[in-house]
Structures are given as structure tokens and as C-alpha cells.
């Protein structure tokens, strides 16, 4: 049995991903290898973090005991946590439960990819120029992901939109997976995003809004 280091857990409603705004458990795990220039959860990031200790099975029991079919995943960076293939293991015995993972890019998924079942999902960042992390991203797991997947690019400016567009093209995305195009708050205008998906017809792509930040107050946390 491993042992996890969890910031925070919480019943909320997904603020994004593809089934925003739906009731969900989610688990945010402490610790992450990236520093992106807008980091929202930068708190959850350093080992100093205060963190509740649960095994896998308590993150089960947890999940469960919130009477909802949806859990998130999220940190941080949750794929990188030491047993983290075990507790996924253990979710994907849970049939009527789906699990998201938010990941952000740059670990490798290929373990978690070989071994989760039909009801364990991956949202995946590709982080774009002005998160200052784009060095860091892997484009080997795109070859992981499928029709339930999805990739989000978090736009703050026309350099980031145009690089996203090379990447769904580059790397063929709209045929593996679903794409979703986010703003970053406060820096880029959601119509911007809107009209460039349109601009490059991007029939297939999502914009979105983190619903989250515009129900509360955008720095509160534990929603």
C-alpha cells in the first residue's frame, strides 16, 4: 500500500475539462515539477505544502463516500507521485466511477496508459510559449491518447494560439482526441479564442471558460 500526500480534497463541480460543470470529487495531489508563469495552484507546488497523508484505499473510500460518479485527479502534478499506478489500478475496478487525470504534459503517461481501464480519462496540458515551460512538454504521449482524451492549450496571447494550431496539426490531434482551447485569466479575450478557432476552422475544438473562477471568487480554493 503506498502513501500519498494530499493538499486538499474537495466536492465541487468540474470547472473544466470535458465534463465541465458537473459534480465531482477531486483530489489534488502536492507537488510539481513545472513552474508555469500562470500557475493558479503554485501553493500546492513545494514539498512545504501542509498535506493530509491517505493511502489508496482512503482516497477510495473518500471518493466513494461523496455519492458521485466523477473524481478528478489534479494537483501539481499527479502522475509523478510515487504509487500513483496502484491507485489508478484501484479506480479502474470502480466501473461506474470515471476518473480524470489532469496532467500537466510533461510526465510520462505510458505506464498509466497500459494499465487503466475504459472509465479513467486523461486531460493533458500542452503548455504553450507564455507558460514559460514549453521545453518541458512530452509529444511522445499523444501516441497514449484517445477519443476520451482530451489536450488543453491555456492561451495568454496570439503567439500561444498560433503555436497550439501547429501542434493539433502537427501532431493530428483532432483525429486521436478532443482539443480544448482555455484563456488564461485576465490576460486574452475568450472572443479572441473564439474567432481564431473559427479563423483556422477548428470544427472540432472546444473553447472554455475555467467555470470555477467566474462562480467564485477566481483565488478561492477548495471548489
Not at 42 to 64: H, S, V
Request: proline fraction near 3%.
Amino acid at each position: 500500500m503506498s502513501e500519498y500526500y494530499v493538499a486538499e480534497k474537495f466536492l465541487s463541480i468540474n470547472g473544466e475539462g470535458l465534463r465541465a460543470g458537473q459534480p465531482a470529487v477531486f483530489i489534488r495531489f502536492r507537488g510539481c515539477n513545472l513552474k508555469c508563469s500562470y500557475c493558479d495552484t503554485a501553493w500546492a507546488q513545494g514539498n512545504d505544502c501542509p498535506a493530509e497523508i491517505m493511502t489508496e484505499n482512503e482516497i477510495l473510500e473518500y471518493i466513494l463516500s461523496a455519492g458521485v460518479k466523477c473524481c478528478t485527479l489534479t494537483g501539481g502534478e499527479p502522475v509523478l507521485r510515487e504509487g500513483f499506478d496502484k491507485l489508478c489500478t484501484l479506480l479502474s475496478e470502480q466501473k461506474e466511477l470515471r476518473s480524470e487525470i489532469e496532467t500537466n504534459g510533461s510526465a510520462d503517461l505510458s505506464q498509466i496508459a497500459a494499465l487503466r481501464g475504459e472509465n479513467i480519462v486523461f486531460t493533458m496540458d500542452y503548455k504553450l510559449p507564455s507558460s514559460g515551460m514549453e521545453q518541458h512538454m512530452n509529444t511522445d504521449n499523444f501516441r497514449y491518447l484517445t477519443r476520451r482524451d482530451c489536450v488543453k492549450f491555456v492561451c495568454g496571447s496570439r503567439e500561444d494560439l498560433d503555436r497550439a494550431y501547429d501542434i493539433i496539426t502537427e501532431h493530428k490531434l483532432s483525429e486521436k482526441c478532443e482539443t480544448i482551447f482555455s484563456p488564461v485569466f485576465g490576460r486574452i479575450e475568450p472572443a479572441d479564442i473564439v474567432d481564431f478557432i473559427l479563423e483556422k476552422k477548428l470544427m472540432t475544438a472546444r473553447m472554455q471558460l475555467q467555470l470555477h473562477k467566474f462562480i467564485w471568487d477566481p483565488n478561492k480554493r477548495g471548489v
